[in-house]
């Protein structure tokens, strides 16, 4: 047990027993009810939305993310994870199995390696690299285990209907790219603010108006070309 506290309370593990306990400390305030799910997801730019009771889709997941679609202000952030494989689960999940499976590994590595080590500066590099090393590592270990909560997200999510294609909305993110963007559609009501891509590149920017020409389903996002693009101009 003396062991344990000391490798856990001792660099580099440390570190990551640091973010561990915000992580347990966040989850256990949501399940007493005293900060709300979303609280953290909107810290790190998630796209809030919902698929309200007309059953139009709202943007709302990390796919198109929760780690990342809709956080069109930290896209240097979350791009990069949602291509390993951590898209279309909320931020807060994903980060919580992160920063556990790189703990976990941090440890072990102190366990079975690091404490082989002479101490000074040789010990000070090796405790950095297995810090860095973990975070690298668990980055594919989340991925594999999310898998089967992406899945199942996926099933719960509605189906938007199909006539908001060829309606035309307007750019809210700085910018659209194959994996990030939001834009609003006017529909009578509050309007609605969508998952947007765009296979061109960052050829869009805010203000701009696109039309929608594919839904998808797998993103639970839509294909845009620009007004131009549509009427053949």
Known sequence: MIEFLQIVFSF????YSVLLGVVVGYWLLSALGL?????????FGHGHGHFG???????????????ADGAHHHQSVFD????????????????????????ALTYLADLYLLRL???GGV????????????FVVAIPVAAFAL???????????????????????????????????????EDGGAGLILQIRDEGGERFKRGDRVVLIEYLADQNAYRVVSEEEFRGA
């Not at 010990?123 to 973990?134: G, Q, S, T, Y």
Request: glycine share 14%; charged share 15%; proline share 9%.
């Open 35 to 43: 900060v709300g799910m979303d609280v953290a997801d909107g810290l």
């Open 123 to 134: 010990r000070f590099v090796a405790d950095l690299v297995a810090l860095v090393v973990a």
């Open 147 to 185: 898998r089967p909560v992406r899945r199942l997200l996926r099933k719960m999510q509605p189906e938007p209907p199909r006539p908001l294609l060829g309606q035309t909305a307007v750019i809210r993110s700085p910018g659209v790219t194959r994996a990030t963007g939001t834009a609003a559609i």
């Open 12 to 15: 580099p593990t440390a570190f």
């Open 80 to 103: 990069p994870l949602m291509r390993l494989g951590l898209g279309g689960i909320p931020v807060t999940v994903v980060l919580s199995v992160l920063i556990a499976t790189a703990w």
């Open 117 to 119: 080590l002479p101490g």
């Open 53 to 67: 009771g007309d059953g139009h889709g709202h943007g709302h997941a990390l796919g198109d993310q929760s780690l």
